[in-house]
């Protein structure tokens, strides 16, 4: 999605203006972050998602600081043209970038995805909602086939297709032999009376070059069939273990989806050794969702965080709580964050005891969902922190 044009389309950045060059330098350094987003700066991405969409995010936030001292590259004088620093424009610059990033990555894009969802549903978007809508559909439609993959399969059947059997085509090979070019040549000769008494004394020559011909012809032949017969069972292995990976993943799918109804319904956690409604509230939300990540890969549909939801609402009574209270669990040392980069996504507001945007100063929200969105942010930095993609330095 080209965010910097649905909103100028949408009349979002009239600081601006209509200033094509402007809008030039501004694209220019949004693919210069996106690279730097894609590549080192890769864990930022959480914190840039939730920069972009929160309104009241200070120019000093690291997200949108990276992206002003990258604009600075494109733009010398844009300091001079914005004295008092328009965070609004460097907050369209890093979504950009993050979008654009994540459109070459997958890991990224999935990334982007869980801390979209956080942050659309805790930050008031305002005027942004419409592109911000639309980004998010887009990433929803690219990250669902990929969910459908691991947690659905096609079964391995649909996929058997035996391989093509190249048709024959029967080849007549000429063979020249001395008997053949005399019998031609007394032929075009006219000479008949003595066709038989000239050829007579090549016949044993020529019956011997004909079974040598014959085992050289049915020694090609072997070869040929010998040669088709690997072909066609090299293909028919690829098939075959094509067929087996997908069985396979169909198997893992199944073996997962039981895990999960095993630790909903049990309401266990093995890793403790203890169950969800033996701990405190704070206690029971941090260390559900931290299960939950250990037990699912990197993605997961909408309905796990659904069954994280509905266990931790069962276990803690419809409990609130407040980040305070969550920093001071004892789980919380389960969740490494850190006071920077800023702004903190929930995960570094509870392991610092610091305030997040997520969640304004005070504020209470229930324990199922403070355990949804620490799922999230786990989820979220698991993704960041992959290896970028090898070839991203080399398309750039």
């Known amino acids: 999605m080209d965010v910097i044009g649905a909103l ?138 990929a969910v459908a993959t691991l947690w659905q399969p096609s079964p391995a059947a649909a996929r058997l297709r035996m391989p093509t059997v190249a048709k024959v085509d029967l080849e007549k090979i000429a063979i020249k032999t001395p008997l053949r070019d005399r019998s031609q040549q007394l032929q075009e000769n006219g000479n008949y009376n003595n066709f038989a008494q000239s050829l007579q004394a090549d016949y044993a020559s020529h019956v011997d070059q004909l079974v040598g011909v014959s085992e050289i012809l049915s020694a090609e032949a ?56 033996d701990l405190s509230v704070a206690d029971a939300a941090i260390a559900a969702a931290v299960d939950l990540h250990s037990i699912v890969p990197a993605i997961a549909p909408l309905a796990v965080e659904h069954l994280l939801a509905d266990l931790t609402q069962d276990v803690t009574k419809r409990a609130e709580l407040n980040v305070a209270a969550l920093a001071e669990a004892e789980q919380a040392s389960q969740l490494v964050g850190s006071p920077e980069p800023t702004p903190l996504g929930f995960i570094d507001a509870i392991s610092s005891a610091v305030d997040t945007p997520l969640v304004p100063p005070g504020q209470a929200l229930s324990a199922s969902r403070a355990a949804v969105l620490i799922f999230r942010d786990l989820q979220a930095r698991r993704l960041a922190d992959t290896s970028p993609p090898e070839q991203l330095g080399d398309s750039e």
């Open 8 to 145: 100028l389309r949408s009349s979002l950045l009239t600081e601006l203006g209509d200033d094509e060059d402007r809008v030039q330098r501004i694209r220019a350094a949004e693919q210069a972050l996106s690279i730097e987003l894609a590549g080192k700066s890769r864990g930022l991405i959480p914190h840039a998602v939730i920069a972009a969409l929160d309104a009241s995010t200070p120019a000093a936030a690291t997200p949108l600081a990276t992206a002003e001292k990258v604009l600075l590259d494109e733009w010398v004088t844009f300091r001079n043209a914005f004295p008092e620093r328009p965070t609004e424009i460097l907050r369209a610059l890093v979504l950009a970038a993050v979008a654009r990033a994540a459109a070459s990555d997958d890991a990224l894009q999935q990334a982007a995805w869980y801390s979209l969802r956080s942050a659309v549903e805790c930050l008031p978007v305002g005027r942004w909602a419409e592109p911000i809508a639309e980004l998010a559909a887009e990433w929803d439609d690219a990250v669902s086939p």
């Open 222 to 277: 072997y070869k040929r069939s010998v040669a088709q017969l690997r072909e066609f069972v090299s293909l028919l292995g690829g098939r075959l273990r094509e067929v087996i990976g997908v069985h396979d993943q169909r198997v893992n799918a199944v073996l997962l989806r039981s895990e999960l109804l095993w630790w909903r319904q049990t309401a266990f956690s093995a890793r403790l050794s203890r169950a969800y409604g």
